[in-house]
């Protein structure tokens, strides 16, 4: 039986709680660079084999209530492996400790690291002949950088360079295997406005606006158009365009109709 020719891989069972859900997956441990809103280059060009830049371009294109964002997030992943797992989350709670400090010194007291998932992994130990297991902790949390108003785009740049320059030693060592490092990674930077329903009423009155307009221009002297029934509002969207902007978008689901016609459906704003 072919089956029987293969080599038995040891079961690796997973235990764990999910991690934060503003937080998207972490890719591996060489890369911490964000995406970018601009074209990639065409895979035939020697620029494409350069390596990708780290950081937050501009999206070039229009959006709903473009605002100033006040934060700015990385997803974060401590990762340590000991034959006792107690031992490995300690070292874990300590390696935490330890970002939290280098991140107060790098962004002057600005950042948080909240802690959200705790995954535990059995590496090894299976068969009568196998050694010991392993056990493999990881910890997933997101790091939140306070953007106070009065940074302007440089300052911001800098805070980002730095940020950048910090998750850099963590990869390197990762990769160096350096003797007492810990296994950490940082990346996914993104900037976010921490509270965007402080905007519910403005992006409100702004889709309000558009409605009257989009009746007036579409109905008829005879007809006129009037909004018949509305579902209540969605949740505020966001979506990042640049180090300084921040696209907010609320969806409103309406009817327009007259009572002389047939309604329409009004199509969400953009």
């Not at 964002?69 to 006792?84: F, G, K, Q, S």
């Not at 797992?85 to 709670?93: K, M």
């Not at 030693?169 to 003797?179: G, I, M, Q, V």
């Not at 009257?212 to 979506?239: N, S």
């Amino acid at each position: 039986m072919v089956a029987s020719a293969l080599p038995l891989l040891p079961l690796l069972p997973l235990w764990g709680l999910a991690a934060c859900a503003s937080t998207t997956p972490s890719p591996g441990l060489e890369s911490y660079s964000m995406g970018s809103g601009y074209s990639s280059l065409g895979s035939g060009s020697s620029e494409s084999r350069t390596p990708s830049p780290t950081g937050i371009a501009m999206l070039r294109e229009e959006a709903g209530l473009v605002v100033r964002p006040d934060t700015l997030v990385m997803d974060a992943r401590i990762r340590e492996e000991d034959a006792n797992a107690g031992q490995a989350l300690a070292r874990a709670q300590a390696a935490a400790a330890d970002l939290t400090a280098r991140l107060q010194q790098t962004t002057g007291g600005a950042a948080t690291l909240t802690p959200c998932g705790t995954q535990v992994t059995t590496l090894g130990g299976q068969g009568k002949t196998a050694t010991p297991p392993t056990f493999r902790v990881e910890i997933e949390g997101r790091v939140e950088i306070a953007l106070a108003p009065d940074l302007d785009y440089w300052k911001r740049s800098a805070l980002l360079v730095a940020m950048v320059e910090l998750s850099g030693s963590y990869a390197r060592a990762s990769r160096d295997k350096t003797p007492g490092s810990n296994d950490v990674w940082l990346g996914q930077m993104r900037v976010v406005v921490r509270t965007p329903e402080s905007y519910r009423a403005k992006l409100t009155e702004q889709w309000v606006q558009r409605t009257h307009a989009f009746a007036a221009a579409a109905q008829a002297r005879e007809a006129p158009l009037y909004l018949l029934d509305c579902a209540p509002p969605g949740e505020i969207t966001q979506k990042q365009v640049g180090l300084e902007e921040v696209a907010l978008g609320l969806v409103v689901n309406c009817r327009l109709g007259s009572p002389k016609g047939p309604s329409a459906v009004l199509p969400p704003p953009r």
